[in-house]
């Protein structure tokens, strides 16, 4: 038999075995042969047929890959994505779109600069995308609380989760509130913030190390923001004290690439770890 022959013989196989077996069972059948890695590359000139593409939809992420990419490289840049993308936690309920092969390398990197960044007691690092009701938000950076009284904040959709089991952290919500702050020239000024809750007070002081970026919309009909940046609006390490359930990520400015997301689409995406501040 050929090798195209063998080729389509294992390609028979690739997309059960990607659908069942998962990753390790990939890696281990692809270093089998010569022939096998060929048949990998070969079912990979058709990017949705792609074993390591069936793997990373598996695992929650759907890359719409926009790209003509030869077999080789569709092959090559899906499975190091794989790899990158495996020690974060993400939600299981729905698949997290991913715009083209750039939009999974950027990923890739914010990953990897947030698990450098994180210490390793932070063990648990979660992928999370939250959404506001734009009109909300709009509703509160208009308000005035110099002037008038102060609106509730605007709140994101919920996670719940067992995010740290010590700390007691099993709900997550970001929310956008206006303030009366003090100006150099001490004056009072409108101030917008976006803080992150973790459903209720913790019991202990810990550290959360943070980083969220969000994009400009490509379309009326773009409801996340998939033209993204390749820096992160916040990445910082922060101290939530004993007892608080609320803690400051950023200040947002009028214009800037934060606030248009925020009052446009209403998506940011964030990268989060916990840990207690006595284990580190």
Same mark, same amino acid.
């Given at each position: 038999?050929?090798?195209?022959?063998?080729?389509?013989?294992?390609?028979?196989?690739?997309?059960?075995?990607?659908?069942?077996?998962?990753?390790?069972?990939?890696?281990?059948?692809?270093?089998?042969?010569?022939?096998?890695?060929?048949?990998?590359?070969?079912?990979?000139?058709?990017?949705?047929?792609?074993?390591?593409?069936?793997?990373?939809?598996?695992?929650?992420?759907?890359?719409?890959?926009?790209?003509?990419?030869?077999?080789?490289?569709?092959?090559?840049?899906?499975?190091?994505?794989?790899?990158?993308?495996?020690?974060?936690? @993400?939600?299981?309920?729905?698949?997290?779109?991913?715009?083209? !092969? /750039?939009? $999974?390398?950027? =990923? %890739? &990197?914010? #990953?990897?600069?947030?698990?450098?960044?994180?210490?390793?007691?932070?063990?648990?690092?979660?992928?999370?995308?939250?959404?506001?009701?734009?009109?909300?938000?709009?509703?509160?950076?208009?308000?005035?609380?110099?002037?008038?009284?102060?609106?509730?904040?605007?709140?994101?959709?919920?996670?719940?989760?067992?995010?740290?089991?010590?700390?007691?952290?099993?709900?997550?919500?970001?929310?956008? @509130?206006?303030?009366?702050?003090?100006?150099?020239?001490?004056? !009072? /000024?409108? $101030?917008?913030? =976006? %803080? &992150?809750? #973790?459903?209720?007070?913790?019991?202990?002081?810990?550290?959360?190390?943070?980083?969220?970026?969000?994009?400009?919309?490509?379309?009326?009909?773009?409801?996340?923001?998939?033209?993204?940046?390749?820096?992160?609006?916040?990445?910082?390490?922060?101290?939530?004290?004993?007892?608080?359930?609320?803690?400051?990520?950023?200040?947002?400015?009028?214009?800037?690439?934060?606030?248009?997301?925020?009052?446009?689409?209403?998506?940011?995406?964030?990268?989060?770890?916990?840990?207690?501040?006595?284990?580190?």
């Amino acid at each position: 038999m050929g090798f195209l022959g063998q080729a389509f013989d294992i390609d028979g196989l690739l997309g059960i075995v990607a659908q069942y077996a998962g990753a390790f069972a990939l890696c281990a059948y692809e270093s089998t042969t010569s022939g096998a890695l060929r048949a990998f590359v070969h079912a990979s000139s058709n990017p949705e047929q792609a074993p390591w593409y069936v793997a990373v939809c598996q695992r929650g992420l759907k890359v719409d890959i926009q790209e003509t990419c030869s077999g080789a490289e569709v092959h090559h840049r899906l499975k190091h994505f794989y790899g990158a993308l495996r020690v974060v936690c @993400s939600p299981a309920n729905w698949q997290w779109p991913v715009h083209g !092969l /750039e939009g $999974a390398k950027r =990923l %890739e &990197l914010f #990953v990897s600069s947030f698990c450098q960044a994180c210490d390793p007691k932070m063990q648990q690092k979660n992928l999370l995308e939250f959404a506001f009701d734009p009109e909300k938000v709009r509703a509160v950076a208009a308000s005035d609380p110099t002037i008038g009284p102060v609106l509730p904040p605007a709140h994101s959709g919920q996670y719940h989760g067992d995010f740290h089991p010590v700390l007691g952290i099993r709900s997550l919500e970001l929310n956008v @509130s206006g303030e009366a702050v003090f100006a150099r020239q001490r004056n !009072l /000024e409108k $101030a917008l913030f =976006l %803080e &992150l809750r #973790v459903g209720r007070p913790v019991n202990e002081g810990a550290w959360v190390q943070c980083m969220l970026w969000c994009g400009e919309r490509t379309s009326h009909d773009d409801h996340r923001g998939l033209a993204e940046t390749g820096q992160p609006d916040v990445d910082l390490r922060l101290r939530l004290p004993s007892g608080c359930a609320s803690i400051s990520l950023a200040r947002v400015f009028h214009g800037s690439l934060l606030y248009r997301a925020l009052t446009t689409h209403g998506t940011v995406r964030v990268l989060l770890a916990f840990a207690t501040c006595t284990s580190m």
